[in-house]
T-cell receptor, first 112, second 111 residues
């Protein structure tokens, strides 16, 4: 069964304190791994798609990496506006048309 | 550019009442459309998806149904709401690429 586990559940950082969020997954044939950002009361906002182990993508202070078993979202010198819940999802070859399996998310709080 | 709309934004309904949530997409043709539910402390759960007009697949047996009367319109319905139907309902679309893009969501509270 496809599964996604995100850790930690919550992370508190001081502004400028870099850290990483983890997404561990088991999937039968990875078609894609997705990172989203979700602000309270809003829909998830797309950040990155990773397709194969060794792939990396960057956007401003965020960098996503992928191995065969996990993905990391690295946050460099975070700012208070980076506070949000970060969601990881995978799409496997065995699932329904485009079905994404989501983790429960990591809630990031960045204090000034 | 593509835009996805959902309404209403919030809804408070009594147990046993009907439900209709609407999702529309602009700027794309023949998208795949999805309904998810996000409950407190849980990940997003796929409820229904559609690859075309009138084509609906259900992922989880429940008190809800979905319909796609037009290419870019997706509707989530219920004849009688249960307390357990409360949650944050999200519509998403994809077209060709694997990435799904989400709408703003509808917060449903069943009392």
């Amino acid at each position: 069964e496809d599964q996604v586990t995100q850790s930690p559940e919550a992370l508190r950082l001081q502004e400028g304190e870099s850290s990483s969020l983890n997404c561990s997954y088991t999937v039968s044939g990875l078609r894609g791994l997705f990172w989203y950002r979700q602000d309270p009361g809003k829909g998830p906002e797309f950040l990155f798609t990773l397709y194969s182990a060794g792939e990396e993508k960057e956007k401003e202070r965020l960098k996503a990496t992928l191995t065969k078993k996990e993905s990391f979202l690295h946050i460099t010198a975070p700012k208070p506006e980076d506070s949000a819940t970060y969601l990881c999802a995978v799409q496997g070859r065995g699932g329904s048309q485009g079905n994404l399996i989501f983790g429960k998310g990591t809630k990031l709080s960045v204090k000034p | 550019s593509q835009t996805i709309h959902q309404w209403p934004a919030t809804l408070v309904q009594p147990v046993g009442s009907p439900l209709s949530l609407e999702c529309t997409v602009e700027g794309t043709s023949n998208p795949n459309l999805y309904w998810y539910r996000q409950a407190a402390g849980r990940g997003l759960q796929l409820l229904f998806y559609s690859v075309g007009i009138g084509q609906i697949s259900s992922e989880v047996p429940q008190n809800l149904s979905a319909s796609r009367p037009q290419d870019r319109q997706f509707i989530l319905s219920s004849k009688k709401l249960l307390l357990s139907d409360s949650g944050f309902y999200l519509c998403a679309w994809t077209s060709g690429a694997r990435t799904q893009y989400f709408g703003p969501g509808t917060r449903l509270t069943v009392l």
